[in-house]
């Protein structure tokens, strides 16, 4: 198997900045006047990311066109220079975090050597999972209105409330927490929930085997 060299200080900034925009950012989302620490915060993630990816990888130039799309997106509608879908937004920054975490997902379990580095990337793919699901979220929500309903929504002031609502939600199912606050309403909003809360229980037992299988192979290893 082709061995695969790990950035270290790229994912260990890239989970940074992904704890500092949920963390965070939530409480700057509701206010108008602090939108755009909330984009600068979301722009250092996207960028961060796509930096992570393997440069060796087939897929890193598309990653750098769309991270350069929605970054460009985002600032437009920061500063309301052109209107323009907000569907469409949400339709690339879905796809780009898909890119995202099957390119870190690849770049991670291909890797034959456990490190820091390595346990910092699985955590950034976790946070990366909860972040596209919670995407899509609010995409379908866009797309077929009604398809979420809860009390959390209905006080939603801005879109980028709107979409920290969405990440918590996903967050909470992705972990099949559920508190209820927050509930689908047709048979796609459910499709999805599931489908993540799938996800959520299977990556961490892959991954768990994962580390053990290199951590035993390591120790082996060292031992002849």
């Known amino acids: 198997m082709k061995r695969v060299r790990v950035r270290s200080w790229s994912f260990h900034n890239l989970l940074v900045w992904l704890l500092l925009y949920l963390l965070v950012g939530p409480f700057f989302a509701a206010k108008p006047s602090m939108h755009i620490l909330v984009n600068l915060m979301m722009s250092a993630v996207l960028f961060s990311a796509g930096y992570a990816v393997n440069r060796q990888s087939k897929m890193f130039t598309l990653i750098l066109v769309l991270m350069g799309v929605t970054l460009v997106l985002f600032w437009v509608d920061v500063f309301e220079l052109v209107s323009f879908s907000h569907q469409a937004s949400s339709m690339i920054l879905c796809l780009y975090l898909g890119l995202l975490a099957y390119s870190l997902a690849r ?111 390591q120790e082996f290893g060292g031992d002849k």
């Open 107 to 217: 770049l991670i379990f291909t890797t034959r050597t456990i490190t820091p580095a390595l346990i910092s990337g699985a955590l950034c793919l976790y946070l990366i999972f909860g972040m596209l699901w919670g995407s899509l979220y609010y995409l379908l929500e866009l797309l077929h209105p009604g398809s979420f309903t809860g009390t959390l929504l209905t006080g939603a002031v801005t879109p980028s409330e709107n979409l920290h609502y969405f990440q918590y939600f996903s967050f909470v199912t992705l972990t099949t927490l559920g508190y209820g606050d927050i509930l689908p309403q047709n048979r796609f909003a459910t499709a999805f929930c599931q489908i993540e809360a799938i996800i959520g229980q299977f990556f961490m037992a892959v991954l768990v085997a994962r580390f053990v299988g290199i951590q035993v192979a």
